[in-house]
């Protein structure tokens, strides 16, 4: 895998975040192919994949450092629906993600979004 972050992770993150604003904000930005590490899909694809990848990441950092994430369902109700569309079965190889865990019957929403991902919760 390259290494995105170079030297300085500080100055990658800002300039992913920028790359990313001006992409999203530029006109006609939903319709345009977007070439990612993985493959080249609408604009429209990569940002339903952004917000469900962002959660679950926001997630995992609240579970790694004892904080409390737990977003409004109405937020979170279409993530799942869009991994539900984009995660393929053979990208749950274990490295991008892992087998769907069957999440508590008393989920959360963020909970029942971790757990089709791949994350024990």
């Not at 993530?79 to 490295?95: K, L, V």
């Amino acid at each position: 895998m390259p290494d995105l972050l170079g030297d300085d992770a500080v100055a990658a993150w800002e300039n992913a975040v920028k790359a990313f604003s001006e992409g999203v904000d530029s006109p006609g930005a939903l319709e345009r192919d977007v070439t990612l590490p993985f493959a080249t899909v609408p604009g429209a694809v990569v940002l339903e994949i952004a917000k469900f990848d962002l959660l679950v990441h926001a997630w995992d950092l609240a579970q790694a450092t004892g904080q409390k994430f737990d977003p409004p369902a109405e937020v979170v109700e279409p993530a799942i629906s869009a991994a539900q569309m984009i995660i393929a079965p053979e990208a749950r190889n274990g490295d991008a993600f892992g087998a769907e865990v069957t999440p508590p019957a008393d989920a959360t929403p963020i909970q029942r979004h971790a757990a089709f991902t791949g994350r024990a919760v």
